[in-house]
């Protein structure tokens, strides 16, 4: 899977996608609902099928197999297996065989923000995580840099977008930039 086609493909419908606010703040936190939709939309046109779900706030289906709808993060894509009861009347029931994905979203425009988001990414063990963050004015090298040794030590692959603030879209309509941090360096990710 292009990490970077996924987050360009995704920016790019919720762009386009009519959202309407009363204040900036409110069409700010539409846009961003309507980036994490279409993000979702992405995750399960890859993965969701009998073996595979997807996890999120916004996303139905799981809560009757699984007793919730997102789990531990704001997507969470993994692998399910199916079992039987070991009682007389046996009930069939899913339960999560892999975490696949986890992904965690913060548009706030600070590092520490990021950090406990890794953090939250660090403490799971899903082969493939990604932080998606806002663009800064500054420069990105520095947030990357700062960011180094906390996203060093996620186990797994660590991707990190640098997206549009959701209030900056109408300004800013450049492209997402997507890093990968392999063997404690920030690699971009075309």
């Known amino acids: 899977m292009n990490v970077a086609r996924l987050i360009e493909s995704s920016f790019n419908e919720a762009a386009k996608a009519l959202t309407m606010g009363t204040s900036q703040r409110s069409l700010a936190r539409a846009r961003e609902r309507a980036f994490t939709k279409a993000l ?14 997807v996890f999120a ?12 709808n997102q789990l531990l993060y704001d997507i969470a894509v993994c692998r399910i297996g199916a079992g039987k009861t070991a009682e007389r009347k046996s009930e069939d029931f899913h339960f999560i065989a892999q975490a696949l994905w986890q992904v965690e979203i913060d548009f706030s ?36 840099d700062t960011l180094r040794a906390p996203s060093a030590a996620v186990g797994g692959t660590l991707y990190l977008a640098f997206v549009a603030h959701p209030a900056d879209w109408d300004d800013d309509a450049g492209a997402p930039q997507v890093w990968r941090i392999a063997d404690g360096e920030w690699k971009e990710v075309t």
Not at 124 to 141: E, F, P, Q, V, Y
């Open 57 to 68: 706030t916004t996303q139905r289906g799981n809560a009757a197999d699984f007793a919730t």
């Open 109 to 144: 425009r600070e590092w520490r923000q990021a950090l406990y988001a890794i953090n939250r990414l660090n403490c799971g063990a899903a082969a493939d995580k990604l932080l998606i963050t806002s663009k800064l004015a500054r420069s990105h090298m520095q947030f990357l």
């Open 40 to 53: 979702i939309a992405q995750f399960r046109r890859e993965f969701d099928g009998e073996d595979h779900r």
